[in-house]
């Protein structure tokens, strides 16, 4: 197998710094033979270790305190530490140790990496193993803790012995077979009854387990086990997640084997180790080795089988797209969609938790996915055991798990990742992110959808969310592609291209860091806060005053509704992707639920007993003009509706709170820098290959920024754009990015940002007069929502208009901001009375 760039750099590194080692360590040795109490102070790792890396150095000492090269190569999740750890292994048997024989120690953190591990490296035809090989001249021995070798196996051949780490851990009792006295490695030791060779050997090696003490009657006697074997052979130590083995436990035993070298692998290692090589997420991309972007869908529906269904549908997706692959290529994928629900036990399922049977069975029923197409993997039911997920033979598509694919699983064709836990949980993205990022064969398909992964979500909070992605990738070793993050509102077409930052405009650079804009603040004490909707205003909302009045005018419908169950299969139709294959319809058995009804409308009313008498309240009113038979067959709709008032009277309240603060003075809107104004951006980032430019094809020019991006802006945004970059009066314009730049927080929670901030020339003082704020709007827009905006663009201008902003901050010019709402139907016009 041929080794990618970032690679052979670490391998080369690698080379390096054992060429160093193997100098000072043969000044060591002569140091040593000369006067052993001088070598002390000789610390040969650490003499190589500056000379190469140029960096801090973090001592260490094995068992018998002799100077231990520990070094770290720092590699992201999927960037094939394995391989490396064979290669490495090699070049330090060659190149340090001199030799093509002996015993490796390979331990692991967990019992899922611990099996993949074993089963390649004793697979012959596996490219791990063929590399040992090479090694070791063909001679290489796989063994397990159980398995027994003997002096004549390490002198003629390398022996691999892998160990899970809670087995080398001596304070775990259960796991202490590794120290336990096993007669099969009495080759090792004197014979029993040689006590001076007992003693012998103790003297060269004093960390040795014993039965007996010096000064009783037999002597010492040494232990034939495992444990004291590994301590007389001195292994090469290779750490798998290294950062797994920094408990102090740990690390004492693993140090008390007496190793001769310890090459650690993982992709966070702890602040004290020694980094020799950093290898980045952007490096691997580079390589082809890890599938980007990252798409994300968080569905908003309270049903988590609309989450799956969703994520049913893009498996399937890209299984089309994969067999059209194969047949170009003759490479077989069979993308794999990840189910994380909340429970798995056999005696866990109830209505509260999703369990992974009731995720099988929506699969089963609803999907008609055959259910030789799905596996549950759990502490107790492990139905992927003994299956090879890359097999053209294997039919697994979905995998239900609630955390055993967490640590170690590793299957490039896992493509989909849905989360079905408690939105409030943080464990599932963050865990579980690493496992849909390989990419499958190690390099790019050329198709898009093929080259990226999916995640689907239910009711998350959307910066939360991101967050905890984040947070995964970081924790995979990836932090520095963690921005390659596409969530299903703004998913765009730039695919691999590499994101820049772009600055003002040369003409512009004098207002970098002078152009501020004003928004909302609160006064607390010395200091001043933004806004905060649910903090500042919907606390201080007195819900007695709501009024649901009209709720008593809704029309129920007399009729039994109908549930119906539509089961939803694989259309043959390419473009349909899904198809109806039954249903079935049954009488609604609905009831009256005052607390399922109290819990619907606290998304709207934050205090559960005002929700509560809100909804008896409602229910009265209705009770006056339909029975209650009525009533609990209109049940949902009913709540539907209510939500719907709730909504416009908590908005109707939160206006009069949000004036009212304005009045008292209590809120204020500000433009000065101390009393929290917002000020745009010195650079921003961009990841484009298509520039805006103007309806001539020619450059954009008063762009505030030098580069504007085509992507992710409308056609209306286009036009308005391209306008205002065409107005010889205009002196620059800015794209604010929604979510990200400048925003004002009116009484609504959602935040307003706009589309664009524009300027025009103040000629008779060489700088720049009043600031717009622009939103657009298209003319199917015109609806409640636009209706606030308007309001909250007019209170903004009111209040601008009070003072000069030339009084409230000197760099400021004299006249001050207009906020405008444009709607497709009158923008040129209305650009025009503002700008010309």
Same mark, same amino acid.
């Not at 077979?177 to 009854?193: A, S």
């Not at 995998?399 to 590793?410: F, P, R, S, V, Y």
């Not at 928004?519 to 205003?537: A, M």
């Given at each position: ?128 193993? /063929? ?164 798409? @994300? ?24 797209? &994969? ?126 959808? @093929? ?50 930052? &772009? ?53 129920? /419908? ?165 306008? @205002? ?112």
């Amino acid at each position: 197998m041929k080794l990618k760039q970032y690679q052979e750099k670490v391998i080369d590194t690698l080379k390096i710094y054992l060429g160093a080692l193997n100098e000072f360590k043969t000044k060591y040795k002569k140091v040593f033979d000369f006067d052993a109490d001088v070598a002390k102070d000789y610390n040969f790792p650490k003499r190589a270790w500056v000379q190469v890396a140029g960096k801090a150095y973090h001592s260490k000492t094995n068992g018998l305190q002799e100077p231990l090269p520990d070094i770290y190569l720092k590699v992201p999740t999927g960037g094939g530490k394995t391989l490396l750890a064979c290669h490495a292994i090699g070049n330090i048997q060659k190149t340090y140790l001199n030799k093509q024989t002996g015993l490796v120690l390979w331990i692991v953190p967990s019992s899922q990496i611990y099996r993949q591990t074993i089963s390649a490296l004793k697979n012959r035809a596996h490219p791990y193993r /063929q590399v040992l090989d090479i090694s070791s001249g063909g001679r290489t021995l796989i063994k397990e803790k159980t398995e027994l070798f003997n002096p004549l196996d390490v002198t003629e051949n390398l022996v691999v012995l892998l160990l899970m780490l809670p087995s080398a851990n001596r304070q775990n009792k259960e796991t202490l077979k590794v120290f336990r006295d096993q007669g099969g490695f009495t080759g090792f030791f004197p014979r029993e009854d040689n006590f001076e060779g007992h003693k012998k050997i103790k003297e060269l090696i004093p960390n040795l387990d014993c039965f007996s003490l010096e000064n009783e009657v037999f002597g010492i006697q040494i232990k034939t086990s495992l444990g004291n074997t590994l301590k007389v052979l001195r292994p090469l130590v290779v750490i798998d997640e290294g950062h797994r083995a920094y408990g102090e436990l740990a690390r004492k035993t693993i140090i008390d084997f007496n190793p001769s070298f310890i090459l650690e692998f993982s992709a966070t290692p702890p602040p004290d180790s020694n980094e020799l090589v950093k290898i980045t997420g952007r490096e691997l991309h580079e390589e082809e080795m890890i599938k980007l972007d990252i798409h @994300l869908t968080n569905k908003a529906s309270l049903d988590w089988e609309n989450t799956l269904l969703a994520s049913y549908e893009k498996r399937n997706e890209l299984e089309q797209k &994969t067999k059209e692959y194969e047949a170009d290529t003759n490479e077989y994928i069979r993308p794999i969609c990840l189910i994380q629900v909340e429970r798995t036990g056999k005696d866990q399922r109830d209505t509260q938790y999703i369990h992974a049977e009731d995720a099988k069975e929506y699969l089963i029923k609803k999907c008609n996915v055959p259910e030789s197409h799905i596996a549950i993997k759990s502490s107790e039911k492990d139905d992927i055991e003994g299956f090879d997920l890359f097999s053209n033979d294997c039919n697994i598509r979905y995998i239900i798990t609630k955390q055993a694919l967490q640590e170690g699983w590793d299957c490039s064709f896992a493509y989909v990742l849905t989360i079905l836990t408690n939105p409030s949980s943080a464990t599932g993205i963050t865990q579980l992110v690493g496992r849909i990022l390989r990419q499958p064969f190690a390099h790019k398909t050329k198709i898009k959808a @093929l080259d990226e992964c999916y995640v689907f979500t239910f009711r998350q909070n959307a910066k939360t969310l991101v967050s905890k992605i984040k947070s995964g990738l970081e924790d995979e070793g990836l932090g520095d592609i963690a921005g390659r993050i596409v969530s299903d509102e703004a998913e765009t077409d730039t695919g691999g291209l590499k994101e820049r930052d &772009t600055y003002y405009r040369p003409g512009f650079k004098k207002y970098e860091g002078k152009i501020y804009l004003p928004k909302f603040v609160i006064q607390e004490k010395e200091s001043w806060r933004d806004l905060n909707f649910d903090v500042d205003i919907l606390s201080r909302i007195d819900w007695e005053n709501i009024n649901i009045d009209e709720i008593k005018n809704i029309a129920l /419908q007399n009729k039994r509704s109908k549930e119906q169950e539509i089961i939803l299969g694989l259309s043959e139709e390419e473009q349909e992707v899904l198809k109806e294959t039954g249903r079935a319809e049954k009488t609604g058995t609905l009831e009256i639920d005052e607390v399922f009804l109290t819990r619907q409308i606290s998304e709207i009313i934050p205090n559960p007993w005002y929700c509560f008498n809100i909804g008896e309240r409602a229910l009265k009113l209705v009770s006056a003009n339909y029975d209650q038979k009525t009533i609990a067959t209109n049940f949902v709709f009913i709540i539907e509706e209510l939500k719907k008032v709730l909504d416009r009277e908590r908005n109707r309240l939160a206006e009069q709170v949000f004036k009212r603060m304005i009045t008292d003075k209590k809120l204020f809107f500000f433009l000065i820098t101390d009393k929290g104004s917002f000020t745009l951006p010195s650079r921003i980032k961009v990841r484009s290959n298509k520039q805006l430019v103007r309806n001539d094809n020619t450059p954009i020019q008063k762009s505030l920024f030098d580069y504007v991006p085509e992507e992710n802006i409308n056609s209306l945004e286009k036009s308005v754009a391209v306008y @205002l970059d065409e107005q010889e009066k205009l002196l620059w314009w800015y794209r604010n990015m929604s979510r990200q730049d400048y925003h004002i927080q009116g009484w609504k929670r959602t935040k307003i940002y706009p589309d664009f901030i524009a300027t025009d020339k103040d000629e008779s003082k060489n700088d720049y007069g009043t600031i717009y704020i622009l939103e657009t709007k298209g003319i199917h827009l015109k609806n409640e929502d636009t209706k606030y905006k308007q309001d909250v663009f007019a209170l903004c201008n009111e209040l601008g208009a009070k003072k000069a902003w030339k009084e409230l901050f000197d760099e400021f010019p004299d006249s001050g901001f207009e906020f405008q709402v444009i709607f497709e139907d009158e923008w040129q016009n209305k650009l025009n009375g503002l700008i010309i």
